[in-house]
């Protein structure tokens, strides 16, 4: 396996009594995709601008791309998107987007095209307060993209985005990790993580309470599954009685089946093919995931790579 | 480190002039150096007095209220706005040091107000060779009442810059400067006053006042080029009561050249404990 670009050793961070990180380990490699995931106040932000190097750590150890966070020859490697941000409105956005080139070295000659991959060309004369928020955050994912970045942070990247700016964010940051580049994206907006990151970590006051592939985290958490059974009319009630199942209106049962007993209970069921007009398999899904791991009482701190 | 403090400063320069504080600048000082050159030639049209000199006497009064209240209006927000709109956390993970991000505002504040006391001045300097013709003893006071204003100026962008710097928000900001301007250009001066008026020349008046007097800005300023006129016209309070007093004169210049330096360190100092 190449060297890890960020690499996070029992990092801790307190600010007075508050324990913000908690003896945080991580490790990314280049070119994988990693969310972040946690409620606020969980430490999302703080570890960011900890791998940042905008804050200091209390103890631990942080590598950004083998060097100190925060340092001149790292941050040249490193983009960045902060949550909330709104540049400044009396520029245009070329204007804006050429001050980044010129702060990170770069030329502007890529400025152009840089604003084309974003959809913005045709906007980038017009000053930034007439942009709609959806363009201020394409504004913002251009200047992720100056001069190859090795690593790529972004903070709640897609909160207040229409589905289609979602879909092209994702469709780069992913072009970026393909081209190497670390991503870590943070964010609230779960169902959108499932094809789109090669692994989840899920902070819980400060802690990693999971960190893995999504499949992984799945098996580790045994999750049941959920079989929806529409019965045939009249056949409802025996159903219920005879899975154990929940009505959830007058001809649909809820049944939770436990992923080992999976084709056990589905073969049960199918065999009542004359009361069942129609099944639905639900999985759980990282909605049920993400509330198992960040529930106190149902995950645990555990590892599972 | 160059190219980076230009392309900051090139974008400082821009927002000033798209938010008009450029032209606003330009206008207040065209403005009123008009109108002091003006009512200068009213009474004295036909003295001996050099019109100029006794318009850069006037002017010099008008710059120590003028300028820091321009300076610091212009300055307020740059760094506290930045922190607003939430770019302040993603220009420091640029590669670009913080005090690259302040030398850059500040330059490009200092330019502004340098074109726009040079407009200004140099506006009532053209109307009255036209009008009473000049002499080159009074050009020389207005160079240096303009070589002066941008010290003057480069002070109280430093402060302005170091509040901003000091403040999560730029409305707090903006209220601490104006009682600073209140303060430091306004009060002290009657507060000066009052304890010269009640100290009837005692040790006081002799020895703790002209410190004083060097050690604030305003004053300096006006002190060093009062000094430098020396007409005696009677140029007010402060001023008038100084002149009895002897004072290396290069004491207020010395000041105005380190005020700056001052403000400026203090200002890198607290955009540097920032964590944003």
């Given at each position: 396996m190449s060297k890890p670009a960020i690499e996070i050793r029992a990092l801790c961070k307190q600010f007075g009594a508050l324990t913000a990180l908690d003896s945080v380990d991580l490790s990314i490699a280049p070119g994988e995709r990693i969310a972040l995931l946690g409620h606020n106040g969980a430490g999302k932000t703080t570890l960011i601008k900890a791998i940042l190097g905008l804050l200091k750590s209390t103890s631990g150890h942080i590598s950004v791309l083998g060097g100190l966070p925060g340092s001149m020859a790292v941050r040249r490697q490193c983009a960045f998107l902060p949550e909330n941000l709104a540049f400044h409105k009396s520029l245009t956005g070329r204007e804006q987007l050429k001050l980044f080139c010129r702060l990170k070295g770069a030329g502007t000659g890529a400025v152009p095209a840089l604003l084309d991959r974003v959809g913005l060309l045709e906007a980038q004369g017009r000053r930034i307060v007439t942009y709609s928020k959806g363009m201020r955050q394409r504004l913002g994912l251009a200047q992720l993209l100056i001069g190859s970045p090795k690593v790529v942070i972004l903070d709640?990247?897609?909160?207040?985005?229409?589905p289609v700016s979602r879909d092209s964010f994702y469709e780069i940051t992913s072009e970026l990790a393909e081209q190497g580049a670390a991503i870590l994206l943070s964010s609230h907006v779960l169902t959108e993580l499932e094809a789109r990151t090669d692994r989840i970590v899920i902070l819980r006051n400060g802690s990693v309470v999971a960190d893995g592939r999504l499949s992984h985290l799945r098996a580790d958490a045994g999750l049941p599954i959920r079989v929806h059974v529409e019965a045939r009319p009249g056949q409802g009630d025996m159903l219920a009685a005879r899975f154990g199942g929940t009505r959830i209106n007058g001809h649909t049962v809820k049944i939770l089946v436990p992923p080992e007993e999976k084709v056990a209970r589905l073969g049960e069921i199918t065999g009542l093919a004359n009361a069942i007009a129609d099944i639905d398999l639900l999985p759980p899904s990282l909605e049920d995931l993400y509330r198992y791991y960040s529930d106190p009482r149902t995950g645990q701190n555990e590892n599972s790579q | 480190m160059i190219s980076r403090i230009l392309a900051l400063m090139g974008t400082e320069i821009r927002v000033l002039l798209r938010n008009r504080w450029v032209a606003t600048s330009i206008v207040l000082m065209t403005a009123f150096s008009l109108l002091l050159a003006s009512s200068g030639s009213a009474p004295m049209g036909s003295t001996r007095i050099d019109l100029l000199t006794v318009t850069a006497s006037s002017l010099t009064t008008l710059a120590v209220y003028l300028i820091p209240l321009i300076a610091l209006l212009m300055s307020y927000d740059s760094i506290a706005g930045e922190s607003d709109r939430g770019t302040l956390p993603l220009l420091f993970t640029y590669p670009v040091a913080r005090h690259e991000i302040l030398f850059g505002k500040f330059a490009a504040q200092l330019v502004v107000l340098f074109v726009a006391t040079v407009i200004g001045f140099g506006a009532a300097a053209l109307a009255i060779w036209f009008t009473a013709g000049v002499t080159g003893a009074g050009l020389v006071h207005f160079g240096r009442l303009i070589a002066t204003s941008v010290l003057l100026g480069g002070v109280f962008l430093g402060i302005g810059n170091l509040i901003s710097a000091c403040c999560k928000q730029a409305g707090t900001a903006a209220a601490l400067v104006v009682t600073v301007w209140i303060l430091a250009v306004v009060m002290l001066d009657v507060a000066l006053l009052s304890a010269l008026v009640a100290d009837d020349g005692g040790v006081f008046t002799k020895t703790i006042f002209p410190w004083l007097l060097v050690a604030s800005p305003t004053d300096a300023f006006r002190l060093y080029n009062i000094t430098a006129i020396e007409a005696g016209f009677p140029a007010g309070g402060l001023t008038s009561a100084v002149q009895t007093l002897a004072l290396p004169g290069l004491l207020p210049l010395i000041s105005l050249f380190l005020w700056p330096v001052i403000v400026l360190a203090a200002a890198g100092a607290a955009l540097r404990r920032i964590q944003p």
């Amino acid at each position: 396996m190449s060297k890890p670009a960020i690499e996070i050793r029992a990092l801790c961070k307190q600010f007075g009594a508050l324990t913000a990180l908690d003896s945080v380990d991580l490790s990314i490699a280049p070119g994988e995709r990693i969310a972040l995931l946690g409620h606020n106040g969980a430490g999302k932000t703080t570890l960011i601008k900890a791998i940042l190097g905008l804050l200091k750590s209390t103890s631990g150890h942080i590598s950004v791309l083998g060097g100190l966070p925060g340092s001149m020859a790292v941050r040249r490697q490193c983009a960045f998107l902060p949550e909330n941000l709104a540049f400044h409105k009396s520029l245009t956005g070329r204007e804006q987007l050429k001050l980044f080139c010129r702060l990170k070295g770069a030329g502007t000659g890529a400025v152009p095209a840089l604003l084309d991959r974003v959809g913005l060309l045709e906007a980038q004369g017009r000053r930034i307060v007439t942009y709609s928020k959806g363009m201020r955050q394409r504004l913002g994912l251009a200047q992720l993209l100056i001069g190859s970045p090795k690593v790529v942070i972004l903070d709640e990247p897609t909160s207040g985005l229409d589905p289609v700016s979602r879909d092209s964010f994702y469709e780069i940051t992913s072009e970026l990790a393909e081209q190497g580049a670390a991503i870590l994206l943070s964010s609230h907006v779960l169902t959108e993580l499932e094809a789109r990151t090669d692994r989840i970590v899920i902070l819980r006051n400060g802690s990693v309470v999971a960190d893995g592939r999504l499949s992984h985290l799945r098996a580790d958490a045994g999750l049941p599954i959920r079989v929806h059974v529409e019965a045939r009319p009249g056949q409802g009630d025996m159903l219920a009685a005879r899975f154990g199942g929940t009505r959830i209106n007058g001809h649909t049962v809820k049944i939770l089946v436990p992923p080992e007993e999976k084709v056990a209970r589905l073969g049960e069921i199918t065999g009542l093919a004359n009361a069942i007009a129609d099944i639905d398999l639900l999985p759980p899904s990282l909605e049920d995931l993400y509330r198992y791991y960040s529930d106190p009482r149902t995950g645990q701190n555990e590892n599972s790579q | 480190m160059i190219s980076r403090i230009l392309a900051l400063m090139g974008t400082e320069i821009r927002v000033l002039l798209r938010n008009r504080w450029v032209a606003t600048s330009i206008v207040l000082m065209t403005a009123f150096s008009l109108l002091l050159a003006s009512s200068g030639s009213a009474p004295m049209g036909s003295t001996r007095i050099d019109l100029l000199t006794v318009t850069a006497s006037s002017l010099t009064t008008l710059a120590v209220y003028l300028i820091p209240l321009i300076a610091l209006l212009m300055s307020y927000d740059s760094i506290a706005g930045e922190s607003d709109r939430g770019t302040l956390p993603l220009l420091f993970t640029y590669p670009v040091a913080r005090h690259e991000i302040l030398f850059g505002k500040f330059a490009a504040q200092l330019v502004v107000l340098f074109v726009a006391t040079v407009i200004g001045f140099g506006a009532a300097a053209l109307a009255i060779w036209f009008t009473a013709g000049v002499t080159g003893a009074g050009l020389v006071h207005f160079g240096r009442l303009i070589a002066t204003s941008v010290l003057l100026g480069g002070v109280f962008l430093g402060i302005g810059n170091l509040i901003s710097a000091c403040c999560k928000q730029a409305g707090t900001a903006a209220a601490l400067v104006v009682t600073v301007w209140i303060l430091a250009v306004v009060m002290l001066d009657v507060a000066l006053l009052s304890a010269l008026v009640a100290d009837d020349g005692g040790v006081f008046t002799k020895t703790i006042f002209p410190w004083l007097l060097v050690a604030s800005p305003t004053d300096a300023f006006r002190l060093y080029n009062i000094t430098a006129i020396e007409a005696g016209f009677p140029a007010g309070g402060l001023t008038s009561a100084v002149q009895t007093l002897a004072l290396p004169g290069l004491l207020p210049l010395i000041s105005l050249f380190l005020w700056p330096v001052i403000v400026l360190a203090a200002a890198g100092a607290a955009l540097r404990r920032i964590q944003p």
